[in-house]
């Protein structure tokens, strides 16, 4: 059984709208970070839906989307530059007929609604959103559809019955804590959003429990905790009930004093900090914040949960493990062990919750009773030790990101997804990059350190290797670097050729500015990448630019051909665009795209054809454009994954299931060397 992502959305829109509309922008760019996750905040929980764009650039219509996960979500905005264009309106009404895709209708002007194809359907009306809160009006709408779509697995014939259900858990007793909850119900109910509040929606002549079990089952508790919640009973119930009944939980930390003793299941839960200490009244901002947190947070849930699934049925987790949408806790016991015939018994021995990883001291009450408690990541930890796997990632030209529906953070979200996994299995990761502040060197260092952290590991897992003169750019930096991150990795500084090296003072750093230098930077960065190479098991390649590099070729072609020269295993991932996806467009169609021909290189690198010349003379050989139909193969990938396999994994937008062919491949690489 293999992989299939259960969830991915899109978001299509005209440039115009882009733009010309300031608003809209930022919301679209607010929902990305807030669907996926922020990369600049690796220790925190995150929900990590794929999330797409279709846009264009030059107001031709965008590239098909291809339904390739369980279920998948399309945002249209309608405007007048859709209305107004048959080609924009055609490509939406096709997307619209498309029984593969859910289709959810955005009105982004009051045109939106002349558009036929959705005129039977009720819209967003982004176009009547209170200006003050655009983006925050925009993010509720769009969760709350995904919601509906994805989470609800109910089907209801009336759209309303398929809203989320949120129930306001608050003391009576104390007067903030009613208040609050008053303000954050009348807010809701200007929403789609569904609540229970228990002093109108219980009742009469029936039962408390009865009837908070029963609302219970399908909804997200918010517990408004002022300073008396923990030592309530109903309270205390209400969370109990949640727990049991695996539901998403967020606290509203209201407290204006101090509680003698937190309730202990009131915890591990996400929270949001409520300040009371100048007004009770809560303003529309901080409502809007704590109605976005709900419905994230239940996303996020909701999420896991299927993603954890999908894991077990693709057997990338083992078959028999419980699995959790939050870390485990003491309550969670029960869940894995039960009592027959006055005997506890084990009914797993393993739990599966979602990432990150909690650290180690969280987790030992759970071995004591022979349970192991783990994430995708680290549940088969062991398997890949020994290996040394290389890691090609760079962006490609934004023009070419933006035609696939990505932005840079897609590249990093990989890098980041990598890292994590790789390191996990406790591999060597083998990587060639600069130093950049917010590079992909950055990032993938920051991420073995947390891992590194979390797991109590200190090893270094990480070798970075840079060439000359890029190790002489700021020396100062270099020696930050080091001293950052010496736990976790070894810099190496790579020398140039012997030949190159008589001619420079290896200390000094030269620019990229004439044929001269850009023959020794073409040259030093070929060594490197040679020398970094021989120390590689496998490649792992994604991304890179076309244009506008600084060695001889661009440079994750360059690596390609090396790995091949050195007969070691390669992995191509086509689709995060840029030069690997040409090179995977080579090898399936056995056609050159205009990217890998020597006469698109000359065009489009200013001064390429002088250093080309400049080898010649010199008598240095360089890759011959015209043999790469030879040099480049499946037969020559050797990774260990069936054509089939790999086809998918030049095509694949998924960061999960690209990962999930990796694993799988290097396994077999692995397997393959243990048994020689």
Known sequence: MTYKQPLSIFFVY????????????????????????????????????????????????????????????????????????DNWKKYYQELCQNSALKTIPVAIDETAINFDACSKYNFIRADKFDKSFYKDEFLLNITHEIYKW?????????????????????????????????????????????????TTDIGINFKFEDEIQKHLQNS??????????????????????????????????????????????????????????????????????????????????????????????AKLIPPGAVLLSRPPEFIDINKVIECVDNTYKRKSEKIIYPEPIIYEPELEYFKKFGITACTPVNCNITELEGMNIGLSISNPEDNVLKSLGQFSEHLIHLSQDFARYLLATKAKLIYGGDLRKGGFTEFIFNEALILQSRLNDDIQRIENYIAYPIYNAKDDELVEWKAKYNK??????????????????ENEFIGFNTTHNKYIWSRSLTNMRN???????????????????????????????????????????????????????????????????????????????????????????????????????????NNGLEKEENERLFVTPYIEEAIYLIMKGLKQIRGSKDNK
């Open 220 to 313: 997200t508790l918010l517990a408004i905790h002022s300073d008396p919640y923990s030592s309530r009973y109903w309270c205390q119930k209400e969370i109990l009930c949640a727990k049991e009944m695996d539901r998403p939980i967020v606290a509203l930390d209201c407290l204006t004093e101090y509680e003698d003793r937190r309730f202990p299941h009131a915890s591990n839960i996400a929270a949001i900090h409520l300040d009371t200490t100048n007004s009770n009244e809560i303003e529309e901002k901080i409502l809007y914040k704590i109605v976005e947190y709900l419905l994230l947070e239940t996303l996020r849930y909701c999420y896991s949960k299927k993603l954890l699934e999908a894991y077990q049925e």
């Open 488 to 505: 976790i990795a070894l810099m190496h500084s790579v020398p140039p050729a012997d030949d190159i090296a008589i001619s420079v003072d």
């Open 14 to 85: 005209h440039p115009s709208d882009y733009n010309n509309h300031d608003s809209l922008k930022e919301s679209i760019n607010f929902c990305y970070k807030a669907l996926q996750r922020d990369e600049k905040k690796p220790f925190s929980r995150f929900i990590n839906i794929p999330v797409f764009y279709n846009t264009s650039l030059d107001k031709n219509i965008p590239i098909k989307i291809n339904s390739q996960s369980t279920k998948t979500i399309v945002f249209l905005l309608i405007s007048k530059y859709i209305i107004a264009n």
């Open 150 to 198: 994805f989470c609800n697995e109910t089907v209801h014939e009336i759209g309303n019955e398929q809203s989320i259900n949120v129930f306001l858990s608050h003391t009576k007793e104390d007067e903030l804590g009613e208040k609050i909850a008053t303000q954050i119900k009348e807010f809701i109910d200007r929403t789609q959003i569904k609540r229970f509040f228990d």
């Open 531 to 637: 020398i970094m190479i021989d120390n590689c098991d496998v490649r792992i390649c994604a991304g890179g630019r076309s244009s506008n590099y600084k060695g001889v070729m661009p440079g994750i072609l360059e690596e390609i051909l090396i790995a091949i020269e050195k007969n070691k295993p390669i992995f191509l991932l086509g689709g995060f665009g840029g030069i690997t996806s040409d090179i995977c467009k080579l090898i399936k169609n056995n056609e050159t795209p205009e990217h890998l021909t020597l006469n698109w290189q000359k065009k489009n690198n200013i001064g390429y054809e002088d250093l080309l010349e400049y080898y010649k003379e010199r008598d240095v050989s360089t890759y011959n454009y015209d043999s790469l139909k030879e040099q480049l193969s499946y037969e020559k990938l």
